[in-house]
């Protein structure tokens, strides 16, 4: 028990850092919880002996896709004026699906036989590049495509009330260039 002791506490925090994701009414907030949640999963795949997903969480997700999100919300032209208006009156069904998920996925993991642990060797990151791009290449490709179409869809959805607006100047008035 003394040994799961790490996982347990880094478990409630990353629960009370998602919760606070979802909570926060300021979306500059929101997202700086995100990166709290991100460096925490970090901590926990270390935890779980794999220092390679926790350097690919930290490069890519913690360092590229929060600097994004936080870079996105600081330069749209209104910023200061998103906020999320929280509708409290669906909380009763929020909180039984919620737990509906929670206990299918617990009942999951309890009936799944898991190997002895610590695994018998860590798997080389050469084998999980090897593995990404002879076997499981479809998937990756697959994967990138869902990501390009996500990508274009959000620059749709948020550009589209913008095509008929005038730009805003760079400057303030009697400036310079």
Same mark, same amino acid.
């Given at each position: 028990?003394?040994?799961?002791?790490?996982?347990?506490?880094?478990?409630?925090?990353?629960?009370?850092?998602?919760?606070?994701?979802?909570?926060?009414?300021?979306?500059?907030?929101?997202?700086?919880?995100?990166?709290?949640?991100?460096?925490?999963?970090?901590?926990?795949?270390?935890?779980?002996?794999?220092p390679f997903l926790a350097g690919?969480?930290?490069?890519?997700?913690?360092?590229?896709?929060?600097?994004?999100?936080?870079?996105?919300?600081?330069?749209?032209?209104?910023?200061?004026?998103?906020?999320?208006?929280?509708?409290?009156?669906?909380?009763?069904?929020?909180?039984?699906?919620?737990?509906?998920?929670?206990?299918?996925?617990?009942?999951?993991?309890?009936?799944?036989? /898991?190997?002895?642990?610590?695994?018998? !060797?860590? &798997?080389? *990151? %050469?084998?999980? +590049? =090897?593995?990404?791009?002879?076997?499981?290449?479809?998937?990756?490709?697959? /994967?990138?495509?869902?990501?390009?179409? !996500?990508? &274009?869809? *959000? %620059?749709?959805? +948020? =550009?589209?009330?913008?095509?008929?607006?005038?730009?805003?100047?760079?400057?303030?008035?009697?400036?310079?260039?």
């Amino acid at each position: 028990m003394t040994g799961s002791l790490p996982f347990f506490v880094l478990g409630a925090l990353l629960l009370l850092g998602a919760v606070r994701v979802v909570a926060s009414r300021d979306l500059v907030h929101a997202v700086l919880w995100l990166g709290v949640v991100l460096v925490l999963t970090a901590l926990m795949f270390l935890l779980l002996g794999a220092p390679f997903l926790a350097g690919i969480q930290l490069l890519l997700y913690t360092g590229g896709v929060i600097t994004l999100m936080l870079f996105g919300v600081m330069l749209t032209r209104r910023h200061h004026e998103i906020g999320v208006d929280i509708d409290s009156s669906r909380r009763l069904p929020a909180a039984l699906a919620s737990a509906g998920l929670f206990v299918a996925m617990a009942s999951a993991i309890v009936r799944t036989k /898991l190997p002895a642990w610590p695994p018998s !060797a860590p &798997i080389p *990151a %050469i084998e999980i +590049g =090897r593995a990404f791009l002879t076997d499981h290449v479809v998937a990756f490709e697959v /994967l990138s495509l869902l990501l390009l179409a !996500a990508m &274009i869809g *959000a %620059i749709v959805l +948020g =550009r589209r009330h913008d095509f008929g607006d005038e730009p805003e100047p760079l400057y303030g008035k009697g400036h310079r260039s």
